[in-house]
């Protein structure tokens, strides 16, 4: 799994501190304050580490049945990991990615079909209806609150050329066969991103969303994840990453107390 540690240093630390802490005013001024999520380093390299995760099982970076898109829009791009692989899949296609946070450009060169805008998806898309040919969205279950799923979903149809592809990808956290630590970690994190409205079994929902909203032709795929012995090498390997996000979330837990 070609999966990698950024190495930190001044440029990017100062970056992330300037424009990345979750209390920053910006945040507080968008009106949703949901986002539970740090974008400090650390939370860089899980980004990174999710999307190779995702992309391993999913043997790829998306699942519809895309062919040559002009355009491509990628909400709440984060790191900007998934919109430079596009970039570099499809050289003629233009992608766009937008976040609530600046775009980090220290530790990544993107090539010059990538583009970026910052904005705040609650309050809308800064684009014109029918704009995209392929919109992507994934790793929100943090950041929209159950109730703004279905605004945000309407806003991205509005986005999307009649008869092109959304994709939305987004876990249900719930585990199977937890053991009595794993189930007091879940239910802390229910807990904290409950009373923010967030729902950690989004992903589960997601296809009947899509379809309240409009949209036709929805394909849900579920993909299991393996943690722990049972799964192999992949399982034992994504376990001591788990560990690692553990010890993560409960510093991040502090944080918030
Ligand atoms: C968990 S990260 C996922 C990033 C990326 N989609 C990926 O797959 O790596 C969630 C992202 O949502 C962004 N975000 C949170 N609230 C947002 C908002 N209201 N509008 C736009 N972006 C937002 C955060 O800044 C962060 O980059």
Redesign the pocket.
């Known amino acids: 799994m070609p999966w990698f540690k950024r190495k930190e240093n001044a440029t990017n630390k100062s970056s992330y501190e300037k424009h990345?802490n979750r209390t920053s005013n910006e945040?507080q001024l968008?009106g949703?304050g949901?986002?539970m999520?740090p974008?400090d380093f650390r939370?860089v390299n899980r980004?990174?580490f999710?999307?190779y995760l995702?992309k391993q099982a999913i043997s790829g970076n998306y699942l519809a049945p895309i062919e040559r898109p002009s355009t491509i829009l990628?909400?709440?791009?984060?790191?900007g990991?998934?919109m430079l692989e596009m970039a570099h899949e499809f050289p003629q296609t233009n992608i766009i990615g937008?976040?609530?946070?600046p775009l980090d450009t220290s530790t990544i060169t993107f090539p010059p079909n990538c583009h970026f805008r910052q904005?705040?998806?609650?309050k809308g898309l800064p684009f014109p209806s029918g704009f995209f040919d392929f919109v992507h969205?994934?790793?929100?279950?943090?950041?929209?609150p159950v109730k703004q799923w279905p605004v945000v979903l309407r806003e991205l149809r509005r986005v999307t050329l009649a008869g092109q592809w959304i994709e939305v990808?987004d876990p249900d956290l719930t585990f199977t066969n937890q053991g009595l630590q794993t189930t007091r970690l879940m239910n802390w994190i229910s807990q904290a991103s409950g009373k923010r409205g967030l729902d950690i079994t989004i992903g589960s929902k997601l296809g009947s969303f899509m379809q309240a909203a409009g949209l036709r032709n929805v394909s849900v795929r579920k993909v299991p994840i393996p943690l722990g012995e049972w799964g192999g090498t992949y399982g034992e390997f994504l376990d001591k990453r788990f560990l690692w996000c553990r010890a993560y979330v409960e510093t991040t837990c502090d944080c918030f107390n």
């Open positions: 990345g945040q968008s949703q949901a986002y999520l974008k939370e980004l990174d999710q999307h995702l990628d909400v709440a791009c984060g790191t990991r998934w937008v976040d609530i946070t904005c705040d998806i609650f969205q994934r790793f929100l279950i943090f950041a929209l990808t």
